[in-house]
């Protein structure tokens, strides 16, 4: 399970601007969250006979790249479980009366669980849209990336307003950003909605 890690730009710079403005020193723990969920992805590559080609981080978090394409099942099953990793981490903070801990892991889990390409839980989706007849699953990923596409679009501008009315938290500006890069970046590397042509788990 060798990989590289690749840094984008947009991950220091999104990183920088939320410790300048990070008041409540929620970043750590947000930090801790957002490892224990890729390591869920991880440990599911790995029971399930795939490998990590690299690790790439961005501003809205990390997506691992895998080396060898899994099938349909099985790529659902290592798209959601970093989400259920995080779900699991939250109910032992909770137990261990850790709020904010729980709290960072369960909204972390929730939101990627969104039927959102790239999000886990979109990924999900798009993996067993290619269990489908091949017109039945060029139709559902078109219907998946056009939601898609809208709801990145939703979340920087409510993200925008956010930040321009509390002028301290840009992380949903950013997400929804990095979302539409994501896009940008996905629809140029499988111009005709291909199910699967890259694996990318985040």
Same mark, same amino acid.
Request: with cysteine.
């Given at each position: 399970m060798k990989g590289r890690l690749l840094v984008s730009p947009s991950f220091y710079v999104f990183w920088a601007v939320f410790c300048l403005l990070d008041t409540q020193n929620i970043l750590p723990v947000f930090a801790l969250a957002a490892m224990l969920h890729e390591l869920g992805h991880a440990a599911a590559i790995a029971c399930l006979g795939g490998s990590i080609r690299? %690790?790439?981080?961005?501003a809205a978090g990390a997506v691992i790249m895998q080396g060898t394409p899994l099938s349909g099942g099985r790529e659902c099953v290592v798209a959601l479980a970093? #989400? %259920?990793?995080?779900?699991l981490a939250a109910i032992a903070f909770a137990y261990f009366r850790q #709020?904010?801990? &729980?709290? *960072?892991? +369960?909204?972390?889990?929730?939101?990627?669980? +969104? #039927?959102?390409?790239?999000?886990? !839980?979109?990924? &999900? %989706?798009?993996?067993?849209? !290619?269990?489908? #007849?091949?017109? *039945? *699953?060029? %139709?559902?990923?078109?219907? +998946?990336? !056009?939601?898609?596409v809208l709801a990145a679009v939703a979340l920087a501008v409510f993200g925008g307003v956010l930040l321009w009315q509390t002028g301290s938290n840009p992380a949903g500006l950013s997400v929804g950003i990095c979302l539409l890069g994501s896009h940008a970046d996905l629809l140029r590397d499988a111009r005709k909605y291909a199910i699967i042509t890259k694996n990318e788990i985040g």
């Open positions: 690299c %690790v790439r981080l961005h970093g #989400p %259920v990793t995080g779900l #709020p904010i801990e &729980a709290g *960072a892991n +369960l909204v972390l889990s929730l939101f990627n669980l +969104l #039927p959102i390409v790239p999000l886990d !839980g979109g990924i &999900a %989706v798009r993996s067993l849209l !290619g269990l489908l #007849p091949p017109t *039945a *699953a060029r %139709v559902g990923c078109r219907i +998946l990336y !056009g939601s898609s």
